[in-house]
């Protein structure tokens, strides 16, 4: 119950981790059902102990070759230590925590980055690359051992005979179920060892799969002893394509003697030589297999991979690009017409500013020309009022007149000195 206890501990803190690294509010969002369903099956299998005591059970079976029943009296420790054995996942866990990719910064890093999950399936598919033949051998012989255990246990209380309730035949009996054999000398009796000699028989195909495969992958030529080869084949096709012609030119020279400078035609031999010469002719070279996509390389493999997704992203790429250049060209259309217009109407409206300027000021110079008249009709009529005794209001009045004379001129010809004409009349005015 201790370890029961500390596994369910083990899964509270891994929800707290997952909580505070995704910033959730309430941990029963990291509950799912998965992991809801992966916790209970693992505090079931954990939860499996002897009970202490002494309990027994009547186990009854029916022998294999007399087919007769059988029945023995069986400890309850047998039926709960057998299912112990499902903890051994607990040591690709420890894998998992003591593998080097799983506590190397840098490897974490290039992993996230790359969205990879360091997780058992990761560790053994990297263990299965690295040393093939350790991983299987060791599983195996790991396999084949606590396979005869079970069945030993088992087998014990039914087996008069003491064939499989002995280790080593117990051993001799999952071997040659491994190996899919099948002598028949051996069988169990309960339903208990048969269901391991079941498991044995379908862990010991998966197993024989991959050592074939292991044996496929470390006989295949390496890339640059690929490359030795094909080059040797290419040799001696070139060599044999040579030969070929050699022997086309001897023979034509042969047949070419025999017939036209020997005096004496011997026909059998130039049969001999035109028979020759054909053969020279459709003699056909072994050219080397064609290479098929399955003989290629990994590397070259993943490599096709790799340019076809680049060219694919490339397209899309250019097609976007293609879209946005024809959006552009319709905003360059748009804003050429709107300059191409433009001068026609900053024309149209400097003439329509022109025209009311020019109204504005005309009606000003009117305005002022009326004005500056009644100015001099007031000062004339101030001058005509003046006393003509008074020497300095008769300086004054001549000066009056001089400028009233001078604001006259400038009336008729410059409009737009009227304001001094208007200073000079007030300085001079009547008070």
């Given at each position: ?108 890093s290039i992993g996230a980055l790359n969205k990879v999950h360091f997780n058992t399936r990761f560790v053994m598919k990297t263990l299965m690359t690295i040393c093939p033949g350790t991983v299987l051998l060791v599983f195996s012989i790991s396999l084949w051992i606590i396979a005869a255990w079970t069945v030993r246990v088992c087998e014990r209380y039914h087996d008069a005979q003491d064939v499989t ?267």
């Open positions: 119950m201790e370890n029961t206890v500390v596994k369910f501990n083990v899964y509270i803190f891994a929800t707290v981790l997952f909580v505070i690294d995704n910033g959730a509010d309430d941990w029963r969002i990291a509950m799912t059902m998965e992991r809801v369903l992966l916790i209970a099956l693992e505090l079931l299998v954990s939860a499996v102990h002897p009970v202490p005591g002494d309990f027994k059970f009547q186990w009854r079976a029916r022998l294999a070759f007399s087919y007769a029943p059988s029945q023995a009296e069986a400890d309850l420790d047998m039926v709960l230590s057998v299912p112990m054995f499902l903890r051994l996942y607990l040591i690709a866990r420890v894998m998992l925590l003591h593998s080097k990719l799983f506590t190397d910064a840098s490897s974490r309730s002995n280790f080593l035949g117990a051993m001799w009996l999952i071997s040659i179920t491994f190996l899919s054999i099948g002598y028949g000398d051996m069988v169990p009796h309960t339903y208990c060892g048969k269901g391991v000699c079941l498991l044995t028989g379908i862990m010991g195909a998966g197993c024989t799969a991959l050592v074939v495969a292991v044996v496929a992958r470390k006989l295949e030529l390496t890339k640059a002893e690929k490359h030795v080869h094909n080059f040797m084949m290419d040799t001696q096709l070139t060599k044999r394509i040579k030969n070929a012609a050699a022997n086309v030119l001897r023979e034509t020279w042969l047949i070419y003697k025999h017939t036209k400078l020997m005096k004496k035609i011997d026909h059998s031999r130039v049969r001999k030589h035109q028979r020759k010469f054909l053969q020279a002719i459709h003699q056909n070279p072994e050219s080397p297999p064609p290479v098929l996509l399955s003989s290629c390389p990994p590397v070259l493999l993943q490599m096709q991979s790799v340019m076809y997704e680049l060219m694919s992203e490339l397209n899309d790429r250019s097609e976007d690009l293609e879209r946005q250049m024809l959006s552009l060209e319709q905003r360059v259309e748009q804003l050429t017409a709107g300059f191409n217009a433009l001068p026609a109407h900053l024309s149209a409206t400097l003439s329509a500013q022109h025209a009311a300027l020019v109204n504005t000021l005309n009606t000003a110079q009117t305005h002022n020309k009326h004005t500056t008249r009644r100015r001099i009709y007031a000062h004339t009529n101030r001058f005509n009022a003046l006393s003509p005794s008074d020497d300095t209001k008769a300086y004054t009045a001549k000066h009056l007149m001089h400028s009233i004379e001078h604001c006259q001129a400038m009336l008729d010809t410059k409009n737009d000195k009227k304001s001094v004409c208007l200073d000079d009349l007030s300085s001079v005015g009547v008070s």
